[in-house]
């Protein structure tokens, strides 16, 4: 199956810092999305991009699909921003959507 | 449009018991599925359903594991006879699925199990 890698694994930031999370992926892909998971466990999607590029607000997202890369930025992060972000990926186009996620990048943002 | 929900959302039981969990989807969702997270884990794909019909399953889901989706609505998951390796969250998802548009899932807030 579709492997999905992501790094950094870990990330501590400053307030008010940027950064570029990346995700990695072994096949083509239909769909990608990124999340976030808070403390209490709650997956949050941030995008669906399985191509192009989003923005929403201080977050944006990248997907080159022939490159088999995705990249996650925030700006300007604030303490609610930590967390674990993940990067999901399904390959097949008509079938169920099946994610597979990659490891997570734990990110940690101090006042 | 009140997202996906579970019960319970914490679940303490004692080896060999049963366990069912119920996942409601979001309204007018037609697939809804499965997964299980372990600690420091990305979450891994169990099973789907399309309506009411169960149309894969994971290796993971060995034979003490069984999920329903009775008339296309709600979702339990039931395990039998628990082991300690089943110790996870486990997270519902729901899409609505057509023909020639983008299918995004809306995760739960999960089911934390322990067994002790």
């Known amino acids: 199956g579709i492997q999905v890698e992501q790094s950094p694994p870990d990330l501590i930031l400053q307030e008010g810092a940027n950064s570029t999370l990346r995700c990695n992926f072994s096949d083509s892909v239909n769909n990608l999305q990124w999340f976030h998971q808070n403390p209490w466990g709650q997956l949050i999607n941030l995008f669906y991009?399985?191509?192009g590029t989003k923005q929403n607000g201080r977050l944006s997202a990248t997907t080159v699909a022939t490159e088999r890369y995705s990249l996650l930025y925030i700006s300007s992060s604030q303490t609610t921003d930590s967390g674990v972000y993940f990067c999901a990926v399904d390959e097949r186009a008509a079938a169920g959507n099946k994610l597979t996620f990659g490891g997570g990048t734990r990110v940690l943002v101090k006042p | 449009d009140t997202g996906v929900s579970q019960d319970p959302r914490h679940k303490i039981t004692k080896r060999g018991q049963n366990v069912t969990f119920r996942c409601d989807p979001i309204?007018?969702?037609?697939?809804l599925y499965w997964y299980r997270q372990t600690l420091g884990q990305g979450p891994e794909f169990l099973t789907y359903?399309?309506?009411?019909?169960?149309?894969?399953k994971s290796r993971l889901l060995s034979d003490r594991f069984s999920a329903e989706r009775p008339k296309g609505s709600f979702s339990t998951l039931e395990i039998q006879r628990t082991e300690q390796g089943d110790s996870a969250m486990y997270l519902c998802a729901s899409s609505l699925r057509l023909a020639g548009t983008q299918e995004t899932q809306y995760f739960g807030p999960g089911t934390r199990l322990l067994v002790l």
């Open positions: 309204s007018e969702h037609n697939r």
């Open positions: 359903f399309q309506n009411e019909a169960q149309l894969e």
């Open positions: 991009i399985p191509s």
